[in-house]
């Protein structure tokens, strides 16, 4: 008989130390070159890097950083300031309330990837790296040593997974791969954040309003990006660099004084909203602004059907065209049968009105269907919607639409003798026409949030969360769930509806080619499904923000041509892969994707 024997551990044996870096430089000095390569960045920035003004932004100055090199600035800052705050800096600490570690590969991977961006479209656009003055050369190197120090710094390795004797070749590769990528996200996870210190009422409101002065910042230079290369920079600084303010627990620290302050928040949003035009010279980007804010406002009525309620509408954007045809067909349009011209109050009332008769009529036969039989009978409507839009021309059927020449020459709003269609000066400030409307919608969209908040803390909504967890265990409590749904679909549709009525003003014509299911630009039901899912379903600010991306980024891609929506299209499949419950998560549903996550002590009514 053989006795195996395992040798005690005795208890001075040190346990092992898993924590290393994902390279092998020793992680005080990893430390060093990261924040050392932060700081030769910044100075980096402050050099000419191509001798020619031919490449966009005039990257030949010295002493005054320009176009890329803003972007590759706030990199380094970035990376530094996080270094500094590992070293415990005295007066820095409060950049990392998460720890620094990650944040610090975020931002070097930030500096380097837009860096090293710049590096390359400088030597493809103008020939060769010939082109580069020695200021590229340093600040290629910089980021890079940067970035090599930010990965040495050491992190809490998962435990790996044994192999299975029987395993073949090819098995084993995949779980050496699996285990090389859970190495790699427990390297960039952020770590527990700490629960932030109660200051004065007013001390946390005058941090909300910076936040906000920032995010409006954010998005003025971004919407305002002159060319290509900048703004595909942007994308990359500005997606790492959220993901080290994420990493540093800075986000959650903010996302916990916005909780305590919900309404100002919400008001100052709306507030700093309403500075965007006044950022502008001209009306060309509150063009793009009131067009972001049509769309994300039927976003955010459709998050009512499907994050709310949990009901698949893949014919959404049909009611937005209901509503807009009704409210061009009494406003005075030329092409209208009807000869009459209402005020804009009472044209708002029948685009809206139009859209919810057209939303109980559609769910009332059908919202007893579940699942993908639903999905596909709104899809058949929303077609159904733009045939018969295309058809009542006076040939096909009764003369109401003009068909597919649709209703045009619809002439701008009068809103108490204020004509939205012209200039008009504020306090030296040049208000152009989509201002105006940029104005009006603003005010929609503040309506349709109300409406949102308002009946997702209500009665109505806790039962249409509870129809979207289970409708079965809901049924059985004793919640109508056809009538809960019925409401749903018809909320969601007046309020696309409203904002229908608005875009008919804005484009001056209404057509059936506007309200496809899919197409190359929004709104579309495609595009609207995807910035609820995008943004965050059940949540207010994700809907918003996604609609802002979804409209925002294919616009700026069309030097892609052709491979424009395959580049959109592979994003979003990465983000879906790597975030599936949204941008701005709904706490619920990111348990329910993150098994792993901590449960929070308390969720509300909506789970947001």
Request: aromatic fraction near 10%; charge should be neutral; charged fraction near 10%.
């Amino acid at each position: 008989m053989t006795t195996h024997t395992t040798a005690p551990k005795t208890a001075g044996t040190p346990a092992p130390d898993t924590r290393t870096g994902l390279i092998g430089i020793p992680p005080h000095i990893g430390r060093a070159l990261a924040t050392g390569g932060g700081l030769l960045t910044i100075i980096s920035t402050f050099l000419a890097w191509t001798w020619t003004a031919e490449f966009p932004g005039d990257l030949t100055v010295y002493g005054y950083p320009g176009g890329l090199q803003v972007l590759v600035l706030i990199g380094g800052a970035l990376t530094t300031l996080f270094g500094l705050a590992s070293y415990s800096v005295k007066g820095l600490r409060w950049l990392a309330p998460s720890g620094a570690d990650a944040a610090i590969r975020f931002a070097a991977l930030a500096t380097f990837a837009t860096t090293w961006y710049t590096i390359i479209a400088i030597s493809a656009q103008l020939g060769g790296l010939v082109n580069l003055e020695p200021g590229g050369y340093i600040a290629a190197a910089v980021t890079l040593i940067a970035l090599l120090g930010a990965l040495a710094l050491p992190f809490e390795r998962p435990e790996p997974d044994p192999f299975d004797p029987d395993d073949t070749g090819w098995e084993k590769f995949r779980h050496t791969t699996a285990q090389n990528w859970q190495t790699i996200r427990a390297a960039f996870a952020p770590g527990a954040p700490r629960p932030v210190r109660a200051l004065p009422a007013y001390a946390e409101i005058l941090i909300i309003v910076a936040v906000l002065a920032i995010a409006l910042l954010v998005f003025t230079y971004g919407i305002g990006t002159e060319y290509d290369e900048l703004f595909v920079g942007f994308l990359l600084m500005a997606g790492f660099g959220f993901a080290a303010l994420n990493a540093s627990g800075l986000i959650s620290q903010v996302t916990q004084l916005t909780a305590r302050h919900q309404n100002i928040t919400i008001c100052g949003a709306f507030i700093a909203a309403a500075c965007f035009p006044f950022t502008q010279t001209d009306d060309q980007y509150a063009t793009i602004g009131v067009y972001i804010l049509i769309f994300a406002t039927v976003a955010l009525g459709l998050n009512i059907v499907v994050g709310l309620a949990g009901l698949l509408d893949l014919g959404y954007v049909a009611f937005l065209g209901v509503g807009a045809y009704a409210a061009s067909l009494v406003s005075g349009s030329q092409s209208s049968p009807f000869g009459v011209h209402f005020p804009f109050w009472a044209a708002v009332l029948v685009g809206a009105a139009a859209s919810l008769v057209f939303g109980v009529l559609i769910g009332a036969p059908t919202l007893r269907l579940r699942g993908d039989y639903l999905a596909i009978v709104t899809l058949g409507f929303g077609e159904i919607f733009r045939i018969a839009a295309n058809n009542l021309d006076g040939t096909s059927g009764p003369d109401l639409t003009n068909g597919s020449n649709g209703i045009s020459s619809i002439p701008d709003l009068k809103i108490l003798g204020f004509d939205l269609g012209i200039q008009h000066d504020i306090a030296g400030f040049t208000i152009g026409r989509f201002a105006n409307y940029f104005f009006l919608m603003l005010v929609i969209t503040a309506v349709v949030v109300l409406v949102f908040r308002r009946s997702g803390d209500s009665r109505i909504g806790r039962a249409w969360v509870a129809i979207r967890e289970d409708e079965t265990a809901a049924l059985a409590m004793g919640i109508n769930g056809f009538r809960v749904k019925l409401i749903a679909f018809a909320v969601g549709a007046t309020l696309a509806g409203l904002a229908g009525t608005v875009q008919a003003h804005v484009t001056y014509t209404v057509t059936p080619e506007q309200y496809l299911f899919a197409g190359t630009s929004p709104p579309n039901s495609a595009f609207l499904l995807a910035a609820v899912v995008l943004g965050g379903m059940g949540t207010i600010a994700g809907p918003l923000i996604g609609a802002s991306l979804l409209f925002l980024i294919p616009n700026k891609l069309q030097f892609l041509g052709d491979y424009q929506l395959f580049a959109f299209g592979l994003a979003l499949v990465l983000l879906m892969r790597f975030r599936p419950e949204g941008l701005i998560a709904n706490k619920r549903r990111k348990l329910e994707f993150h098994e792993e996550a901590e449960a929070p002590t308390v969720l509300s009514k909506t789970g947001a």
